[in-house]
């Protein structure tokens, strides 16, 4: 499973990265980056399904 | 000697000059005192837009509660609130207990609330529309976002008017000391009673609402405990509601007294209320200071602040900014160099223009900030709707004042009379 940003539709609002530092950062161009390739514990993916949540423009999904 | 003229007595910040306006003390600390070290209140003062943005992303350097270097953080056990997510400083704890309800008022749970949003203010608006005139604190503003976090955490409508008041006493606890505190604790303690069976109920029967949502959130299997709840709920009215109900009087105040010509534009075209919402956050935001404290030396403008020591990051200053706001002290709903719109935590748009700074930056970035702005532009356009033709009642207002801005003290206007075609 892994968690993917869709850089078109990223408003640059900085949620996920301030709520979920240990999935995502801010990268040189102040867009988010995923840190963790693969979501393989249970508290990932659960931080991974939050973070959808938390995103203001609907820019971030997760894959099987 | 030219400089002396530049010189800052501490006192001046207590002074009733800089309390109704504190623009040109904010140019004198901006231009000569970038970092300002004020020894009778003992704390650092920065101002420039530049400074107070880096500081409010600045964690490592800037923590919002006291930290003890070798233990947790030091509560504030006479908060008028009680233990809540604010004195949780960058601890994981103040993250996860952010994540609770952030999903709400931020992301994709916030288009739910919309209808209710509407629905309250359609009804304040009916109530307080049908003598050709209103005063917009006391009849409107005061009453409007309070209804409507208190419904979104879920609590009987027919116990609103309790909240209002209990509201009121909190928010005069929060920005005095005094009768004003006891007061406000006292009203506290007795909205604490009336949650505690709220609680227990939520517990044992959730229901779909954001009450049972903190009651019933885990951290590594653990909820928060009873008085942790009660601390969050009376965060989220208090804050929920008073800053939201100071920006709706500000954004009226500017439009009819500081710029009557642009407020022409915005009857032609209310979507320009968001433009409206994002000049008044950046010239005269409801809030003007943070408070941060330093975890170690801080080294700025040639100087070291030390560790554990107290910094204001005066957001209000680094608004006029002339560094980066051309014509600062100009209110101006078409400004170029403004981002108007939704406001991003993270201080950077796709359009490279600047952001104003006025619910902070960052990890402590105002929580509600969506929820404020959606209440905000919803509840000023359908006023606009019903009362036709608005326009001041008094020729001439004293303008938006703060009772004691240092100590955390809104900005807004006492009262504000606006007269309309029935």
Same mark, same amino acid.
């Given at each position: ?64 | ?24 003390? +904010? ?39 006291? +930290?003890?270097?070798?233990?947790? !953080? ?13 004195? !949780? ?163 009226? !105040?500017?439009?009819? +007294? ?90 950077? +748009? ?73």
């Amino acid at each position: 499973m892994k968690v993917v940003i869709d850089i078109e539709r990223c408003m640059m609002s900085g949620e996920c990265c301030y709520n979920h530092p240990w999935l995502f950062s801010f990268g040189e161009d102040g867009f988010p980056e995923v840190l963790v390739p693969e979501l393989t514990t249970e508290q990932q993916r659960k931080e991974a399904r939050q973070s959808i949540q938390v995103c203001p423009s609907g820019a971030i999904s997760v894959i099987e | 000697m030219a400089g002396l003229a530049h010189e800052i007595d501490p006192r001046e910040f207590d002074s009733p000059e800089f309390q109704s306006n504190p623009f040109p003390l +904010y140019q004198r600390l901006r231009d000569h005192h970038p970092l300002f070290r004020d020894r009778f209140h003992n704390r650092w003062i920065i101002s420039r837009y530049e400074d107070v943005n880096a500081a409010f992303q600045n964690n490592e350097s800037f923590d919002r509660a006291m +930290y003890q270097p070798d233990g947790p !953080y030091v509560f504030g056990s006479s908060h008028v609130f009680g233990p809540n997510i604010l004195e !949780y400083g960058n601890s994981d704890r103040h993250r996860w207990l952010r994540n609770v309800v952030a999903g709400q008022f931020v992301g994709q749970g916030l288009v739910s609330f919309i209808p209710f949003v509407e629905q309250i203010a359609g009804e304040l608006v009916e109530r307080c529309s049908g003598e050709g005139e209103v005063e917009l604190v006391q009849q409107f503003s005061n009453q409007f976002p309070i209804r409507v976090i208190s419904n979104i955490l879920g609590l009987p409508r027919a116990d609103e008017e309790k909240f209002v008041v209990w509201y009121q006493a909190l928010i005069a606890g929060l920005g005095f000391g005094g009768e004003h505190l006891a007061r406000g604790i006292a009203a506290r303690n007795e909205m604490w009673q009336y949650l505690e069976p709220l609680v227990a109920d939520r517990l044992a029967h959730p229901k779909d609402d954001l009450l049972s949502k903190l009651c019933l959130a885990e951290l590594d299997g653990v909820r928060m405990n009873m008085d942790e709840v009660k601390g969050f709920i009376a965060l989220l009215l208090a804050a929920g509601g008073d800053t939201t109900d100071k920006a709706i009087a500000n954004m009226w !105040y500017h439009m009819l +007294y500081t710029r009557p010509d642009q407020f022409e534009d915005v009857k032609k075209d209310p979507e320009l209320w968001d433009n409206v919402f994002s000049e008044m956050m950046r010239f005269d935001p409801v809030v003007h200071v943070q408070s941060r404290f330093t975890t170690r030396e801080v080294e700025m403008h040639g100087r070291v602040i030390p560790e554990r020591a107290q910094v204001i990051l005066s957001l209000g200053a680094g608004n006029r900014d002339e560094r980066v706001f051309k014509n600062p002290d100009v209110f101006d709903i078409h400004r170029e160099d403004l981002h108007m719109g939704r406001e991003n935590r993270s201080a950077r +748009y796709r359009s490279d223009k600047q952001g104003h700074l006025g619910f902070g930056v960052g990890q402590h970035f105002c929580m509600g900030y969506a929820m404020a702005r959606q209440e905000a532009v919803i509840a000023c356009t359908r006023m606009m709707e019903v009362m036709k033709n608005p326009r001041p009642k008094f020729a001439t207002h004293e303008g938006i004042t703060s009772p004691n801005i240092d100590s955390g003290g809104f900005r807004s206007p006492r009262e504000l009379w606006i007269q309309f075609d029935k």
